[in-house]
């Protein structure tokens, strides 16, 4: 079995390395390593693997895991770049990291997926996207996506997506929390204790996606099905629509887009 190195082990990177373990990867093909040593000891004594400086996990590991932060990225890949032979497999998750950055900095011809994924992966329900660089094989595809699937589910895309992707379910779950938030305000408002509010709007929503997922109906005739005539949910739809929710969530949308490409621009 390949052995992998989760490069820049913060949260994102601690959800792979979960996700391996739950996978059936044995803890003895996982490396890991962490700025901060401390941070280091406290992953080998929680999952179980080795944690390791960044050449060891270069020369060790078939797989490298890339997970600092976007700003990071070139500095890591200036201290590696002379250890790391064109064959070995370089999964990214630096958002807004185009493959050409890697690919630029690296040895000629080396293999580099990139990946977008999001935080619903601590509970398995992980969306992920996958694209492959210019020298990523149908075969290095197939490797990211075993990788990625005790997560949640896979996709995937063409790279020219991939800033879209991190705006639409990279940040995704922010705007879901957030909506939560403010209708168990809305909740507390029309008079009900915080905790059933919160019990109400949390159980309606996984409802509610579970029926999008299941059902295979479009949006549109869910909602309509809940919309009678004159009734509740249309007064409240209208106000919505008078607040410009839609255009606010495009708008929103758009600004996480552009953001992903100004990143990509200031690291190259």
């Not at 601690?14 to 901060?36: C, D, H, N």
């Not at 185009?98 to 900095?105: H, I, W």
């Not at 992980?126 to 197939?142: D, F, K």
Request: one cysteine or more.
């Amino acid at each position: 079995m390949s052995v992998v190195a989760v490069i820049g082990t913060g949260k994102i990177g601690e959800l792979v390395v979960s996700g391996l373990l739950r996978a059936g990867r044995p803890a003895g093909q996982i490396l890991v390593t962490a700025r901060r040593p401390e941070r280091g000891a406290e992953l080998a004594e929680r999952y179980g693997v080795r944690s390791v400086d960044n050449i060891t996990a270069v020369n060790e590991a078939d797989i490298l895991a890339i997970a600092v932060k976007p700003q990071d990225a070139g500095t890591l890949l200036d201290e590696i770049r002379a250890k790391v032979p064109a064959d070995k497999l370089i999964v990214s998750l630096c958002a807004g990291l185009p493959t050409s950055f890697f690919a630029a900095r690296l040895p000629e011809g080396t293999p580099v997926i990139r990946v977008m994924t999001n935080t619903p992966a601590l509970v398995d329900e992980a969306m992920t996207a996958i694209s492959a660089g210019p020298h990523a094989t149908g075969e290095h595809l197939a490797i990211a996506e075993e990788m990625f699937k005790p997560l949640g589910s896979t996709i995937r895309v063409p790279e020219s997506q991939q800033d879209a992707v991190t705006a639409l379910s990279g940040s995704g779950p922010a705007y879901f929390y957030l909506l939560v938030e403010a209708m168990i305000d809305a909740g507390i408002l029309l008079g009900l204790p915080r905790q059933v509010a919160h019990e109400l709007i949390v159980q309606t929503a996984i409802g509610s996606a579970v029926m999008l997922r299941d059902s295979g109906e479009h949006p549109v005739k869910l909602r309509e099905a809940v919309t009678s005539p004159a009734g509740t949910t249309i007064s409240a739809i209208r106000e919505l629509e008078n607040h410009g929710v839609r255009a606010a969530l495009l708008a929103a949308l758009e600004a996480a887009r552009d953001r992903a490409r100004e990143i990509a621009a200031q690291s190259a």
